[in-house]
């Protein structure tokens, strides 16, 4: 670790079962994930929430989140740019920072009532403050 600038100390890879969301997106974004094996001394979160409080918690882990995680960490996570592009909501609309995945809102038919103004909302200049404030990046 010490030409990344952290010392000699030992990395603790922090993973998520390769059947979650996160694993596939970085194995389908990031070529040299493909194919990857693990070491055995890396450690297996089932859940979101346990991936994030053990980057939080654990000097020198590495570890795979998604931003909304690092924003309410409150600066005891840190994201890593890849090939020096900054994880940014810039970056990420503009295609320049390629680990994203997109998330949908699935209704039966078109959407009425109280789901559509929902819909609207969270579309809208309010919904784009919320879902950025959160460490996530608007569709728009």
Known sequence: MGALGGGESPITVLTRPPE????????ATLPCFTELKLVAT??????GGDMAKALAETPYALGMTSMTVVAQSEGRTKPLALDNVEPTAENVRNGKYPLTRDFFFIVRGEPTGSIRKFLEFIRGPDGD??????GAVPAR
């Open 20 to 27: 979650e969301v996160d694993s596939e997106v970085i194995r």
């Open 42 to 47: 890396a450690r297996v979160m089932p859940r």
């Open 129 to 134: 403050r919320i879902i950025l404030a959160n």
